[in-house]
């Protein structure tokens, strides 16, 4: 897998751009952002974001909007409804190391949007809450060897698309174990590049 997920960054040639403000914009015109004032945090500081909103052509409410802070979305923390006529600030902690995730549900007659956002508490303090299994190591291992023993025979197979003539397809593939072959689509933009690269890998967290 990992070899995957490297050929297709080399392929790609670039790499992501910065995270801006989560934003949103409903077919009414109806806008929703909201940004953390911070993207990292230490066990009992205050996190703060900011929101706002407007309706159609920039104008102010009244709004109503459904905040929700929880714990990753696996602890509840705090939920509440409320008015606003555009910008405002929410504030919430958490009192050991994980993630603030913030949910925000925007509504104007029948005009809804949904946004989130998100920081760190001490991230690099979070530690498992399952034990590994006493051949976790030692099963890695030796899966690692027997697939750099595999001569990596990268494939790129053009595939024809009818329908967006504004970027090329391929079909990517790698040697594996047991002579099978890992398999992947890679699209790219039509032009000189560089361009930025998405990775989506299909099962894994956060995709």
């Not at 929703?32 to 706002?52: C, H, I, K, M, N």
């Not at 802070?69 to 008015?83: G, I, P, V």
Request: a neutral charge; one cysteine or more; charged letters at 20%.
């Amino acid at each position: 897998m990992f070899r995957f997920l490297l050929l297709v960054i080399l392929l790609a040639g670039a790499a992501l751009p910065a995270r801006p403000a989560a934003a949103a914009q409903g077919g009414g015109g109806l806008r929703l952002s909201v940004s953390p004032g911070r993207d990292l945090y230490q066990p009992g500081d205050t996190a703060v974001f900011s929101v706002e909103a407007a309706g159609a052509g920039g104008l102010p409410g009244p709004f109503l909007l459904h905040f929700r802070f929880s714990e990753d979305k696996a602890r509840l923390l705090e939920e509440n409804e409320l008015e606003t006529s555009g910008g405002l600030i929410l504030k919430q902690s958490l009192d050991r190391p994980g993630f603030l995730r913030l949910d925000l549900r925007l509504t104007a007659g029948a005009d809804t949007l949904r946004q989130a956002c998100a920081c760190g508490f001490a991230p690099e303090a979070i530690r498992p809450t399952n034990a590994l299994p006493w051949d976790f190591e030692r099963f890695w291992g030796q899966g690692r060897a027997e697939l750099m023993r595999v001569a990596m025979d990268p494939r790129l197979e053009p595939v024809a698309q009818e329908d967006d003539a504004a970027a090329r397809r391929f079909l990517v593939s790698l040697a594996n174990v047991e002579g099978s072959r890992i398999y992947g689509w890679l699209t790219v933009p039509a032009g000189p590049g560089p361009f930025p690269a998405l990775v989506y890998i299909m099962g894994a967290p956060g995709g």
